[in-house]
């Protein structure tokens, strides 16, 4: 299990090779700081059916699984900038390597698998950290699993300060 932080996303590949864009999120009280439950770097979103950005998982319900490819939220909670824009950066293509604290390497949802081992898949699905729910990291459970993966562990929380270290990968 991870805490979450001030910085709970940093990209450690050459920022060049990172494709970050704005996207309007669908609601505009996720980005305020005070909400409850505003998004926060390192969790994953989805594009809704107008095009607008949603959490990968309904946050209600812990152990649902992102059914949809799904991009990381690249900006620090409570942003003013994006509470002016009502828009949200992602990491929307290119090969990139990040720490993320938005992560559970204990839970197996669905076909999935605890996260055990460097190169294994990851997926998204809603998570606990503390007492509140996100959407984060979550072990793949390989070909048995039909959600789409978006990761691949690069160095394990044991021996990375507590944090996941992942690439990006094919989504599929």
């Given at each position: ?43 994953w ?18 152990g ?10 690249y ?98």
């Open positions: 299990m991870s805490t979450i932080q001030n910085v709970n996303f940093e990209v450690r590949s050459d920022p060049i090779l990172v494709g970050v864009r704005d996207f309007y999120v669908a609601d505009t009280t996720q980005l305020v700081p005070t909400n409850a439950t505003c998004y926060f770097d390192g969790e979103l989805v594009f809704n059916a107008t095009g607008q950005l949603v959490r990968s998982s309904t946050i209600g319900a812990v649902n699984c992102a059914t949809l490819p799904s991009f990381p939220l900006a620090e909670r409570g942003r003013y900038d994006m509470q002016a824009s009502r828009k949200a950066p992602i990491i929307l293509f290119g090969s990139w390597e990040a720490d993320t604290r938005v992560f559970d390497a204990s839970v197996a949802l669905g076909a999935g698998a605890a996260i055990t081992t460097v190169n294994q898949p990851l997926k998204i699905a809603t998570i606990t950290i503390g007492a509140r729910n996100y959407t984060g990291v979550v072990g793949h459970g390989g070909l048995a699993d039909n959600d789409p993966i978006v990761g691949y562990v690069t160095l394990l929380p044991a021996n990375n300060g507590g944090r996941l270290r992942m690439r990006s990968g094919s989504r599929h």
